[in-house]
């Protein structure tokens, strides 16, 4: 504890240690996420879509097999994009929803 004294006012008060104050981490962006996390990104109506077309599109029904097997996602792995990127070329979801769906860095619930 310190003390200012300037005559008319007495100030108490703590300094901050030198000890114990380091710079705040910076979060690194993420591009891992579970298969469940990478399912939710795609809203109700697509993952329908999506079901739908692997009944008769082996490619998506092999894509979703590896989701749904996997333990982890990679968001930037060349099959996961090129998978996500079918889905555009087949018009299952939009261009933009597709890379909005990769584009996008882990958030914190999405973690394995």
Do not use: C, K
Not at 23 to 32: G, K, L, S, Y
Not at 35 to 62: C, G, H, K
Not at 82 to 89: F, R, S, V
Request: proline residues 9%.
């Amino acid at each position: 504890m310190e003390i200012i004294d300037i005559g008319t006012h007495r100030i108490e008060f703590q300094p901050p240690s030198a000890e114990g104050t380091e710079p705040p981490i910076e979060q690194v962006p993420t591009w891992i996420i579970t298969p469940y996390a990478l399912l939710r990104r795609f809203d109700q109506a697509e993952r329908l879509t999506v079901r739908t077309a692997a009944q008769s599109d082996p490619a998506i029904d092999d894509w979703l097999s590896l989701v749904q097997a996997a333990q982890h996602i990679d968001l930037q792995h060349i099959e996961t994009v090129a998978g996500i990127n079918y889905l555009a070329e087949q018009v299952l979801i939009t261009p933009e929803r597709a890379q909005q769906i990769l584009g996008t860095s882990a958030e914190p619930h999405e973690l394995p």
